[in-house]
C-alpha cells in the first residue's frame, strides 16, 4: 500500500514538473514580464507585467470612449465638458443629456462589451480552438429564438423580449452541453455540436421571420441587427447586478481554467475538479452572453476576436480573462462611436459595425490559422 501511495506521488511530481516545463516554454517570449510580488503580510503571486499593463491600458480606453460617447450627438460636449458633468459641476441642461440620455447608453455598451469578451475568452478556452465563441457555438443565435418567438407568437413587449432571449440561451447552453457529454465534455466535440445547433437555430429564425406579420418581422429585423438605441437605466441595472456577479466568479476560476489547458488528466492530478470546474465556467458564460444578447441584441464577432486580440497584446497564455474583458468594452465602445459619427447624419446600428470589422478579422484569423497548419 505505501509503496503504490510512493508511485502515485511521483507520478504527481512528475506531471507537475512536466506541465511546469511546457507552461514555461509556451511563454518563452514574456518569461521576463512575469515577476514574483510578496506583501508586507508575506502573501506572495505572480504577475505579467505586460499583460497588467495591457490591462490598465485597456480601461483606459474603455474610459476614454465612454467619455467621447458620452459628448457626442446633437448637442456636443467637450471631454471636460463630460467630466465635470459626472462629478455632478455642469449645467441643468448637460445633467440631463448626461445622466439621463447617454450615460446609460454607455453603460449598457461597455457592460454588454465586457460580458461578451469574458464569455468569449471561456468558451475559446474550453474549446481549445480560437473559433471556438458564442457566435459559433450557437448560444447567440439560442437567444435571438427566444426573442423572436415572444415578438412573433407573443407580440411581447422589451421586458417580455429580454426575458425571452435569456430563456433562448440558457436552453441553448443546457441543450448543448448535454449533447456535447460523453464521460465529459470535450473542446471538438463542444464546437461540433454548437455549429450544428447554431445551423438549426439559424433555420428557425428564418421561419420565424416568414411567419411573421410586417410590423413583427421589422421589428425583429431590427432587435437581430444589435444596435445600443434607446437604452436606459431599465437595461443597466440587470447588467450591473449579473456582471457584477458572474465576472468574479468567472475570474476566480481564472487559475484552474489555465491548468485546464493542459488536458483533462494533468489538471485531475493537479487537484482541479474538472467538470465542476467547466460546468461553473460554461453556465456563467452562457448566462452572461444571453444577459448581453437580451440588452442589446445580438452583437457579433465581439466574443469571438476580444479574447484573441487580448491574447496578441499580452502575449500571455493562458485564458487572458480580465483583459479579454477589457477588450471586449473597448470594442464595442469605439465600434459605436465608428457607428454615430463615422458616417455623418446617417447613424448605424452597432451590430452593422461589428459584423464589418469582425467578419474581417475572421478571414484574417482563418488564413493566420491555416498557414500555420491547425485547420
Given amino acids: 500500500m505505501r509503496a503504490t501511495h510512493t508511485k502515485e506521488t511521483a507520478h504527481t511530481k512528475e506531471t507537475a ?67 465635470t458633468t459626472l462629478f455632478g459641476h455642469g449645467t441643468f441642461q448637460q445633467e440631463f443629456i448626461v445622466t439621463d440620455l447617454r450615460l446609460p447608453r454607455v453603460l449598457v455598451g461597455l457592460l454588454v462589451g465586457a460580458a461578451l469578451g469574458a464569455g468569449g475568452a471561456v468558451f475559446q478556452t474550453i474549446s481549445r480552438n480560437p473559433l471556438g465563441s458564442p457566435d459559433v457555438l450557437g448560444f447567440g443565435q439560442g437567444a435571438t429564438v427566444g426573442a423572436l418567438t415572444v415578438i412573433v407568437l407573443f407580440q411581447g413587449g422589451a421586458t417580455a423580449v429580454a426575458g425571452g432571449a435569456v430563456a433562448g440561451g440558457l436552453l441553448t447552453g443546457v441543450a448543448v452541453y448535454l449533447l456535447a457529454w460523453k464521460r465529459g465534455v470535450h473542446g471538438f466535440r463542444l464546437v461540433l ?48 447586478a449579473v456582471c457584477g456577479v458572474l465576472l468574479p466568479l468567472v475570474f476566480a ?77 473597448a470594442l464595442l465602445l469605439v465600434a ?17 459595425v461589428t459584423g464589418v470589422l469582425g467578419g474581417c478579422y475572421l478571414l484574417w484569423l482563418l488564413v493566420s490559422e491555416r498557414k500555420a497548419g491547425r485547420i
Avoid: C
Avoid at 490591462?55 to 460617447?69: E, K, N, P, S, Y
Avoid at 429564425?205 to 444589435?226: C, E, F, H, P, S
Avoid at 444577459?291 to 465581439?302: C, E, K, L, S
Fill in 17 to 83: 514538473r512536466a506541465i511546469g516545463t511546457a507552461e514555461a516554454t509556451g511563454r518563452a517570449g514574456t518569461a521576463r514580464s512575469v515577476r514574483a510580488v510578496r506583501t508586507a503580510r508575506g502573501y506572495s503571486f505572480r504577475m505579467d507585467v505586460r499583460a497588467s499593463l495591457v490591462t490598465l491600458l485597456l480601461a483606459a480606453v474603455v474610459a476614454g470612449a465612454g467619455v467621447v460617447l458620452i459628448g457626442s450627438g446633437d448637442f456636443t460636449m467637450t471631454p471636460g465638458e463630460v467630466v
Fill in 193 to 240: 455540436v454548437g455549429i450544428g445547433a447554431a445551423a438549426m437555430l439559424t433555420a428557425v429564425t428564418q421561419y420565424l421571420i416568414t411567419k411573421a406579420n410586417l410590423v413583427d418581422a421589422t421589428r425583429a429585423v431590427v432587435w437581430m441587427t444589435g444596435s445600443l438605441d434607446g437604452r436606459d437605466w431599465a437595461q443597466v441595472w440587470p447588467l450591473l
Fill in 253 to 329: 476560476h481564472g487559475p484552474a481554467l489555465r491548468v485546464m489547458e493542459m488536458g483533462d488528466d494533468a489538471a485531475y492530478a493537479l487537484g482541479v475538479r474538472v467538470e465542476r470546474t467547466r460546468l461553473v465556467l460554461m453556465g456563467s458564460a452562457v448566462l452572461l452572453v444571453a444577459v448581453a444578447t437580451a440588452a442589446a441584441g445580438p452583437i457579433a464577432f465581439v466574443s469571438l476576436s476580444a479574447p484573441q486580440l487580448a491574447r496578441r497584446l499580452t502575449r500571455s497564455t493562458g485564458p487572458n480573462l480580465v483583459a479579454s474583458t477589457f477588450m471586449g468594452a
Fill in 336 to 352: 459605436d462611436w465608428v457607428a454615430l459619427d463615422a458616417f455623418g447624419d446617417r447613424q448605424l446600428p452597432v451590430g452593422v
